[in-house]
């Protein structure tokens, strides 16, 4: 038997961790490299990782229907291309913006002040914004795609397997950013080459191109790939019969629209536990470099900073293990899948509380906040794996997608609001030196912005619980 099937397993882990290191590249470059240049604040920031937070929310609801409807090699080129094409319209912001402002090169515009440095300011964050907008776009695409990927290529004994091999392209992505994003964007600024962070962006953008040129060549559906003999066909066609029997029944389920899935509480809870904390997710990945800058003074490229970020996502990888409880709670104790899932979500939801000590413990080591950010994180991948199998639980399989859409959508608010308001509470704490907790200026902001990560989790947990206090499943009529 040929294993041709692990070749595309490839493929898609590739384009995973292509997927988090073009997503990357701004929060890892904007403090060091790219706020010099165009006078941004924290609100600046904050503002245009706000916008690709509800961006990549709302394509969510319509990437997998786009899959669907282009098939799998083609919607897959579409979501690739049209990321890399937004990862490398972020280097033409510079020039676009001079352009428009109409000032010469780079050190003109580092030279600006008053009025001239607000107009830059506010210009080249509209330019970084529709970059931005189409990276949000096509980066929706991967995770449905991959999906479908993994089900026209493996059976279901293994998909979950399959799963896991590329979704670790996730992990490997953010492992990698910050040791190769800084250095490349410093090395190019040293040689001459614009200001380094433009390059950082095409390099890495490029890289999905490269990517989709293989996947045209290597990607055809099973029964027509030459590479897969009949004996893998057979392997991955053991599903059939089952699969047609399972379309059969699924026909002839009622399905439920998105206004019917809004009556039951249930729909509530699963998008209240992503509102919640979806957010603090997307804060520490968009926020924990500036913050390493902003109160150690480690800049990107250094080999601390590295260092530092490159563990944070090393003890993430710790969530590979947040499946398995709910299956102990069950194994051990007889409890539904529910109940088993949730009691498992509040073991979780207890680790983030550390937050709540990130910054005083901070005060003695760098390394302190950085630990428990990084428990904080597989905290949230652990959560975040049981609150979408708990749609499962409760919703037929007709309402899955529209459920989970719904709680993609709301975890993608939550996103927009955390990103928002953190860039405007660390300029006001700038600028006001503002004091809490005997912390002053940004480490004041940071700390306030830490406690309500920290109790996002339990407080989500409460008002789900609160919500749906027993398994009750969703029953059509």
């Known amino acids: 038997m040929t294993n041709y099937r692990w070749t595309i397993c490839a493929m898609l882990f590739f384009a995973t961790t292509v997927n988090y290191l073009d997503r990357q590249v701004l929060s890892l470059t904007w403090k060091d490299f790219i706020a010099p240049e165009f006078h941004w604040s924290d609100s600046n920031y904050g503002d245009i990782t706000a916008i690709f937070s ?30 890399s094409l937004g990862a490398c319209l972020h280097a033409i912001c510079g ?34 914004i529709a970059a931005r907008i189409v990276l949000a776009t096509g980066e929706a695409g991967n995770f449905p795609a991959a999906i479908k990927v993994t089900a026209e290529y493996f059976p279901k004994k293994d998909r979950a397997f399959a799963t896991s091999i590329f979704n670790a392209g996730a992990t490997v992505g953010a492992l990698a950013a910050p040791v190769s994003i800084p250095p490349l964007a410093r090395y190019f600024q040293n040689i001459g080459v614009g200001n380094g962070w433009e390059m950082a962006f095409v390099v890495i953008g490029a890289l999905g191109f490269i990517w989709m040129g293989l996947w045209m060549f290597m990607y055809k559906k099973p029964r027509q790939n030459s590479h897969v003999n009949a004996a893998e066909l ?40 992503k509102f919640m904390t979806d957010g603090v997710w997307w804060f ?83 390394w302190f906040p950085v630990i428990i950010i990084g428990i904080a994180g597989a905290a949230h991948q652990s959560w975040s794996a049981n609150i979408y199998s708990v749609v499962g639980d409760m919703f037929p ?9 719904l709680g993609g959508m709301a975890g993608g608010v939550g996103s927009f609001l955390i990103n928002k ?17 005997g912390f002053e200026g940004k480490p004041a902001g940071y700390f306030i912005i830490f406690c309500i990560c920290a109790v996002a989790y339990l407080l ?4 789900m619980k609160a919500l749906v206090p027993k398994y009750k499943p969703i029953v059509v009529d």
């Open 54 to 83: 509800i961006v990549y929310a709302i394509a969510n609801l319509f990437a997998g229907r786009f899959i669907d409807w282009m098939g799998t090699k083609k919607g897959y080129l579409w979501a690739i291309g049209i990321w």
């Open 95 to 128: 020039w676009a913006t001079e352009h428009v402002v109409g000032i010469h090169d780079a050190a003109e515009m580092i030279s600006a002040t008053g009025a001239v440095a607000s107009t830059i300011a506010i210009t080249s964050v509209y330019f970084f």
């Open 234 to 273: 057979a392997y991955i066609e053991q599903d059939k019969e089952t699969e047609q029997q399972t379309k059969t029944a699924e026909k002839e389920e009622k399905k439920l629209s998105f206004w019917q899935c809004l009556k039951y509480r249930q729909a509530w809870a699963f998008a209240v536990g």
């Open 284 to 366: 520490f990945l968009f926020w924990t470099p500036a913050y390493i800058s902003d109160v150690y003074g480690f800049s990107s490229d250094s080999t601390t900073a590295q260092l530092l970020i490159f563990v944070l996502y090393a003890i993430t990888m710790l969530s590979i293990y947040g499946g398995k409880l709910p299956t102990i709670i069950i194994n051990k104790t007889g409890m539904n899948p529910y109940a088993a899932r949730m009691r498992a979500m509040f073991i979780f939801a207890l680790f983030p509380l550390l937050a709540l000590f990130a910054q005083p413990l901070g005060a003695y080591s760098y």
């Open 397 to 405: 399989n007709s309402a899955v997608a529209t459920i989970t859409g």
């Open 421 to 437: 308001g953190s860039g405007n509470l660390f300029d006001y704490a700038a600028q006001t030196n503002m004091q809490f907790m």
């Open 460 to 463: 989500g947990w409460c008002i």
